[in-house]
């Protein structure tokens, strides 16, 4: 059993900084992709930063949010500075992993965790 586990999240004020971190556990052999997710109440799920060999970022967050990982403690992190009201949404983990060798890669979600900013 496969678990990602968001932290981090709160409510700051406009121009203040948060770090997210997602921790996945279980049965691991590789992580192809990390990658951070929001969703905005009323609104669509979207991708704010994938990591893999690279790295890339919603328009919206490129210059203020950096994503980030460490591969040796199943870890991924988002440093986001600059904060907006925009920003406000619950921000998701999602991973492509495999959790044996020769398995097809699958698709996880963490349960999310609150980001909430004040102007």
């Known amino acids: 059993q496969v678990q990602l586990v968001e932290s981090g999240g709160g409510s700051v004020q406009a121009g203040g900084t948060l770090r997210l971190s997602c921790a996945a556990s279980?049965?691991?052999?590789?992580?192809?992709?990390m990658a951070w997710y929001r969703q905005a109440p009323g609104k669509q799920r979207r991708a704010v930063a994938h990591?893999?060999?690279?790295?890339n970022y919603a328009d919206s967050v490129k210059g203020r949010f950096t994503i980030s990982r460490d591969n040796a403690k199943n870890m991924a992190y988002l440093q986001m500075n600059s904060l907006r009201p925009e920003d406000t949404a619950v921000y998701y983990c999602?991973?492509?992993?495999?959790?044996?060798?020769?398995?097809?890669?699958?698709?996880?979600w963490g349960q999310g965790t609150q980001v909430t900013v004040s102007s």
């Open positions: 990591i893999s060999t690279s790295t």
């Open positions: 279980g049965s691991i052999f590789r992580i192809n992709v």
């Open positions: 999602y991973a492509v992993l495999q959790i044996a060798s020769g398995t097809s890669p699958r698709s996880y």
